[in-house]
């Protein structure tokens, strides 16, 4: 049986996946029109594009020229290179064109995620019973859900993400798991495993900079948050099986009057000039 494509799997709305919930936490109006309506326009954005290759190129590494392909060049002002370009166009159907300046990021990437003490060897060479990229049907709390690990180990019981982020830090990083909800993943894919396979799995995230310094990380979230996770998930869940239910994918906020408050963060205090403030001091002292 031949393998479910990216494009098969993410156009299967029959069950939910934690990215959706992501998005349906975030706005319920862009979930509707991206999963229900089908009207929403994807971003392709540079970010995306690497992460995208950096995953080929670690885990399916094989697969990259039947996926990918290195824009050439073409002055495009000219009606010569309108042409040619097309020509080009019609060479690489079906398969994503992308620069060559984002492969060599993806590459270098890559190569320094097999170079990681703990998880590289995994990546370079998996273990034989390594399942790579293949979805997982479960149900959460009786809701039709589905998942992809990346890799999968089951001898290990392991589970392997990767991840590409702007800063590698654990500070930083702590900010991109909550933003993209990472910790959710976590409970939603070991949960997808251990109905699977009938164990528990360990869930790491190999994570790797696209900055120029390209540092790596494996992360593995604490119990508490992936508790956190777990109660999140299940709010969730439940609001869009409510929602699925009723036809309704109107936010909260867009009903009625809302009281609003600034944000935590807000300093109401006035900084003071130090020319005032030195000027001050000195009459003081007069």
Not at 40 to 49: A, Q, T, Y
Not at 169 to 180: C, G, I
Request: charge should be negative; proline fraction near 5%.
């Amino acid at each position: 049986m031949s393998k479910e494509s990216n494009l098969a799997y993410h156009s299967d709305m029959s069950r939910v996946s934690n990215s959706m919930l992501t998005v349906l936490k975030r706005s319920p109006k862009e979930f509707e029109k991206r999963f229900i309506l089908r009207k929403w326009i994807e971003s392709d954005s540079k970010p995306l594009r690497i992460g995208n290759m950096v995953h080929c190129l670690t885990l399916e590494p094989t697969d990259f020229e039947n996926r990918y392909i290195v824009a050439e060049k073409h002055d495009r002002r000219t009606n010569v290179g309108k042409a040619s370009w097309a020509e080009f166009e019609a060479r690489a159907e079906g398969l994503e064109i992308v620069d060559a300046d984002e492969v060599k990021l993806a590459i270098d990437c890559a190569k320094e995620l097999v170079k990681h003490d703990q998880f590289g060897s995994l990546l370079a060479s998996p273990p034989s019973d390594a399942v790579i990229e293949e979805r997982i049907d479960f149900e959460w709390n009786g809701v039709a859900a589905r998942c992809k690990p990346d890799m999968l180990i089951p001898s290990m019981r392991l589970m392997l993400d990767v991840k590409t982020t702007q800063d590698a830090s654990p500070e930083v990083f702590a900010k991109a798991v909550a933003k993209w909800g990472y910790a959710r993943q976590h409970a939603f894919y070991c949960e997808a495993a251990r109905q699977k396979y009938g164990v528990d799995f360990r869930f790491m995230l190999c994570v790797v900079s696209t900055n120029q310094a390209m540092e790596t990380a494996c992360y593995e979230l604490s119990p508490k948050t992936v508790a956190i996770a777990k109660t999140e998930l299940n709010n969730l869940v439940a609001d869009y099986a409510r929602r699925k239910s009723q036809g309704n994918w109107t936010p909260v906020y867009s009903k009625g009057i809302v009281p609003l408050d600034l944000p935590k963060y807000y300093n109401p205090n006035i900084l003071v000039d130090e020319d005032e403030e030195s000027e001050e001091l000195e009459g003081v002292a007069a």
